[in-house]
């Protein structure tokens, strides 16, 4: 699976962005989606997951309300809206896939993107 994020970008914090993951290269309707960030110096954080048909997703809690993930496997593509930006949310966002399902996926998927930078000014 060949992975591709884009959407990121410079938004002052309170602001919203809508980030894209385009997939390619295995069946897309068939394989789980997800988004992780990693900040500077940090380390590499769960963001949430989607399935494969969309009827599943769940999220790192503290991601939750502000963060909201989706997909339209007819685009092949998985979206992240971030919404309530903070400066802590900058990060490089990564987007994911992988074939199994379950909260074992916050420790990592089998494919990666190359990530797309978000940055949040105060």
């Known amino acids: 699976v060949q992975l591709q994020a884009s959407g990121g970008g410079l938004v002052q914090a309170g602001g919203s962005l809508r980030l894209s993951c385009a997939a390619s290269?295995?069946?897309?309707?068939?394989?789980?989606m997800g988004w992780f960030r990693q900040a500077p110096g940090k380390e590499r954080e769960f963001i949430s997951a989607?399935?494969?048909?969309?009827?599943?997703?769940y999220y790192e809690d503290s991601m939750k309300g502000r963060f909201t993930i989706s997909r339209d496997n007819a685009k092949n593509t998985v979206y992240l809206q971030m919404n309530s930006l903070k400066p802590e949310d900058t990060a490089v966002y990564y987007c994911?896939?992988?074939?199994?399902?379950?909260?074992?996926?916050?420790?990592?998927?089998?494919?990666w993107g190359k990530g797309t930078q978000v940055t949040v000014s105060s």
């Open positions: 994911a896939a992988d074939i199994r399902w379950g909260p074992l996926l916050k420790n990592g998927m089998d494919y």
């Open positions: 989607i399935s494969w048909n969309a009827y599943s997703t």
């Open positions: 290269g295995r069946t897309f309707s068939k394989i789980n």
